[in-house]
């Protein structure tokens, strides 16, 4: 599907500075689509899409979960948990979008999960180390991020969850499945 009709799709749905970022993470995932010799225009169509649920009503997102079949763990969850399952049920069911890696990538965006993908990964590592982003430590994470995909994902699962414990946020299954899968368990 083109480019600017996926832009027209998004843009109503955020401020300037979501689109911005997602411009920001459509071009970090085309560069390492073609760094790691996966398709770019997958690539692109997964980060254009991946935030465009960030605003919906929390309230109508629970809806969805509870009617189609989504993991019923999602349901006590909020915006920042829900936003990644509504886009991959929105680009499916409103954009006709078929591929099943491409709903995966925008679907675990945020947590993550175990067994991901390249493209998953992709999706996932972009949206941390896009230009726009400047926690402290983004660099590091840019660096690794471009030298090895696998290493890349670990460096941000780890930051993410460091994030998360030292704020005590709780954290969603997945992201802690997806952080043990990643880093590995002992047998
Ligand atoms: P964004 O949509 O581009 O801002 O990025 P993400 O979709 O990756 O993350 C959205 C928010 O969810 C961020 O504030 C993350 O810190 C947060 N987040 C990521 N994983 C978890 C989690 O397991 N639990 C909770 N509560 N928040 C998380
Ligand atoms: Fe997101
Ligand atoms: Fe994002």
């Known amino acids: 599907m083109e480019r600017e009709k996926l832009l027209a799709y998004i843009k109503p749905r955020m401020p300037q500075k979501r689109y911005d970022h997602t411009l920001g993470v459509a071009e970090t995932a085309i560069e390492l689509a073609n760094l790691y010799g996966e398709d770019a225009e997958k690539a692109e169509i ?34 920042e948990i ?4 509504i886009a991959a049920y929105r680009a499916k069911n409103e954009l006709g979008i078929q591929d099943e890696d491409i709903l995966n990538a925008m679907h675990y965006h945020t ?45 941000c699962i780890s930051h993410n969850i460091s994030f998360l414990v030292s704020a005590e946020i709780p954290i969603y299954p997945l992201s802690i499945e997806c952080y043990n899968d990643i880093i590995g368990v002992e047998k």
């Open 46 to 79: 997964a980060a254009i899409l991946h935030d465009l649920a960030k605003y919906e009503d929390e309230e109508e997102m629970r809806v969805i979960i509870r009617e189609n079949g989504f993991d019923k763990r999602l349901i006590p969850w909020g915006a």
């Open 111 to 155: 947590t993550g999960r175990v067994g991901m993908s390249h493209l998953e990964k992709i999706i996932y590592v972009a949206d941390m180390t896009e230009p726009n982003r400047n926690f402290p430590g983004v660099e590091r994470l840019r660096e690794i991020a471009r030298t090895d995909l696998h290493a890349g994902m670990r460096a």
């Open 82 to 85: 829900l936003h990644g399952p």
